[in-house]
């Protein structure tokens, strides 16, 4: 099991970055990306500081820490820039908070991600056909996701993907030790979405991918 967005005390979570993975580890997850919220204003203070323990508990655990960063309700001219920061400042993995549904988010925001240098368009909501091309030809993945709220629009995203040929991944969103998923859940979600057990398995191998 692979879960490549996740939250700690860096932002919105509970838990620090070492119980987070502990918790993720006993659950059966073999790498976890912990990918707190960011903007212009604490880009420099999260991401060394998960560069450094993501270090840490690599050198002594066995599941993989990677860390990350989920680019979070940034005024979409900004997001290219942003990415750029971030990943000279260290971070693995990009996450884009999409348009859900189940937050104000900026319209706009879900074509400029697509436009920036990201991995995943977290969470995209009601996203277009044009979009969901725009993902595909450019390699960036789509989350299915099963934070509640914003997964709402799963089977949306997934019928799309399906249709014009874009990747997917599965991420949990955590940010308390009950969001946490196992394999067993992980899988409930994906066939929630209407896709099935091998669309499960090609998410992990596109997560896996990622790395």
């Known amino acids: 099991m692979i879960d490549l967005h996740t939250h700690s005390i860096l932002s919105d979570g509970v838990l620090v970055p070492s119980e987070l993975v502990r918790r ?11 990918t707190d919220h960011g903007d212009a204003s604490n880009l420099d203070f999260i991401i060394p500081r998960l560069v450094a323990v993501s270090e840490q508990l690599n ?6 820490t990677i860390p990350g960063i989920e680019l979070t309700h940034i005024p979409p001219a900004q997001i290219g820039s942003l990415a750029k920061e971030a990943r000279s400042l260290g971070a693995k993995i990009i996450v884009v908070h999409g348009e859900t549904v189940a937050e104000p988010v900026i319209p706009g925001t879900n074509r400029a991600a697509l436009d920036a240098d990201i991995d995943i368009l977290a ?6 056909e044009e979009e969901v091309l725009m993902a595909a030809e450019r390699g960036i993945f789509l989350e299915i996701t099963a934070r509640k709220g914003h997964s709402i629009t799963n089977g949306h995203v997934a019928k799309l993907s399906r249709t014009h040929g874009a990747e997917l991944v599965l991420n949990s969103d955590a940010h308390e030790p009950g969001d946490l998923l196992n394999e067993q859940r992980a899988r409930l979600v994906a066939l929630g979405a209407g896709l099935t057990d091998k669309d499960f398995e090609r998410m992990q191998e596109n997560a896996l991918s990622l790395l």
């Open 24 to 34: 993720a580890h006993v659950l059966g997850v073999k790498v976890i990306g912990i």
């Open 123 to 128: 969470h995209p909501g009601l996203i277009s």
């Open 59 to 64: 050198r002594v655990n066995e599941i993989k």
